[in-house]
């Protein structure tokens, strides 16, 4: 160096490519995992909230249960921008192209909000249709329609935070989107709580409470999150300059996430499908009264305490593969992959094992009805055999997705959905009169299906090689 020549500081390191894959899985994984229990816990208390008021609790549980399915719908389809995010980004930031990557995350900030606008337009027309397509009739039928309107409301809200958080988490920041989807999740519980039983200035609202405080909350987790990025996080940061629509950035964003929102897409019509199928087994036709269908959301409540673990892997794995593939270190790709998987099987092994064995006191907790605990039961011991496999096949295709091969899980799932969980649900649940519960065996065929497809596919490794 010669004197008088500027000292250049070295290049950040990148500990994501750098440092052992077990403990970079762990750091990048729990607070995603603390942010996606906070949000199950959200759902519990709301579906608490409903199983336990005074008049209508199966009505109100079935509508709110209806609403979480409804949004999930919504969220998969903002996974064709969140999922195309967060393998940009990652694979950016693998290769030092910090520039890009900011370049995709205002993109998609953009194709984000232009999609809630659409939610919202559509959810109005489609809460009636929802509502008939599940044979709910007279006060069930009300409580949903206008619990889903009020609902849709939220979604450019929903919209900026799922995609920014993609974004921040595509770069190897997964402490602050918990943080504030953590701190919302937590208002959005207490909010909903004090709305529906009118405690201290707050108006005592029932129902409707729940979805105002769901409603309050995610508008104003899309304030934080926009403010976040607007002040800069891991070098991401909104510019007003960079979000005018550049074709190439978009392409590429929807090339890779056009698959996974189709696969989102398809899960969730198999999902409402089965709903449906629940939704026959209605032990009063004329007021919609159906244990079954509130049961139904009662186990799909608690699942999501092993379901969103599984979730929290796969982001962490689709964050260190995408990084990995971009530094051009495929065999760390791999082995981030196997890691994520092994990590969440034995996590949601020990939830399965509590499912099975206090499945009754769990069900009662979560609903006064003795006919709700009584079907539930024991589809949740069922259910809780079932979550390692469930784990397996999610974490694999969440690591797939992290290095852009979105196409085959779509296919994976759509086999399982058509080939038994549809079919099966239908014909051990109503032909066979076996109710939820056989129904439920044929979820678990379904679980068992894709999870040995994905699996294959991960092992095979071809998708190391591709480009996106």
């Known amino acids: ?130 509502a008939e397509w599940q044979a709910m009739r007279g006060v069930t039928f ?24 993609a974004a921040i988490r595509g770069a190897g920041d997964t402490r602050t989107p918990m943080k504030v989807l953590a701190s919302v999740n937590v208002f959005n519980g207490i909010l909903s709580y004090g709305l529906v039983h009118g405690i201290g200035p707050l108006p005592k609202m029932g129902v409707d409470g729940i979805v105002a405080g769901t409603l309050i909350s995610r508008l104003l987790g899309g304030l934080i999150l926009t403010i976040v990025l607007l002040k800069g996080a891991r070098g991401l940061a909104i510019r007003l300059t960079l979000l005018r629509p550049v074709v190439e950035v978009i392409r590429r964003i929807t090339r890779i996430g056009i698959p996974a929102a189709f696969d989102g897409a398809i899960m969730w019509t198999g999902h409402f499908l089965f709903l449906r ?38 982001a962490a794995c689709a964050t260190m593969i995408g990084q990995a593939l971009g530094a051009n270190i495929p065999k760390r790709a791999i082995r981030s992959g196997h890691e994520g998987a092994m990590q969440c099987c034995m996590l949601t092994t020990v939830s399965g094992i509590l499912f099975i064995v206090f499945a009754r006191q769990i069900c009662g907790l979560m609903h006064k009805d003795p006919d709700v605990i009584e079907i539930a039961t024991p589809v949740l011991m069922l ?35 058509g080939l038994m969980r549809l079919p099966f649900g239908y014909f051990f649940g109503l032909t ?37």
Not at 61 to 71: C, K, P
Not at 142 to 165: F, K, N, P, Q, W
Not at 279 to 308: C, H, K, W
């Open 383 to 417: 259910a809780g055999a079932a979550q390692p496999i469930l784990a397996l096949g999610m974490v694999y295709a969440g690591a797939l997705r992290g290095a852009g091969d979105t196409l085959y899980p779509l296919i994976y799932t759509t086999c399982g959905l």
């Open 432 to 468: 066979l009169g076996w109710g939820l519960f056989g129904a439920w065996i044929a979820v678990a065929g379904d679980m068992v299906i894709r999870m040995l497809l994905v699996a294959t596919r991960f092992r095979r490794g071809k998708w190391v090689a591709l480009q996106v």
């Open 142 to 165: 009300d409580i949903t329609v206008r619990y889903l309107r009020i609902e849709s409301l939220s979604y450019i809200g929903m919209a900026v935070t799922l995609v920014g958080g």
């Open 277 to 314: 199928i629940i939704g026959n087994m209605a032990s009063d036709t004329a007021t919609g009264f159906n244990p079954s269908y509130a049961a139904q959301i009662v186990v799909v409540r608690l699942e999501a305490f092993t379901y969103l673990p599984a979730s929290a892997y796969a």
């Open 1 to 130: 160096m010669t004197a008088g020549t500027p000292q250049q500081s070295p290049p950040e390191l990148n500990r994501i490519v750098t440092d052992p894959v077990r403990p970079v899985m762990l750091s990048l994984t729990f607070p995603v995992l603390a942010e996606q229990m906070l949000s199950t816990l959200v759902g519990l208390v709301d579906t608490y909230l409903a199983g336990n008021l005074m008049e209508h609790a199966v009505e109100a549980t079935s509508a709110v249960g209806l609403a979480s399915y409804v949004g999930w719908l919504v969220t998969m389809l903002f996974a064709l921008v969140g999922t195309g995010t967060t393998a940009l980004v990652a694979r950016a930031y693998g290769s030092d192209d910090r520039e890009y990557a900011n370049r995709v995350a205002n993109q998609s900030i953009l194709l984000a909000c232009v999609m809630g606008a659409f939610g919202v337009a559509g959810m109005y027309f489609l809460a009636p249709r929802f």
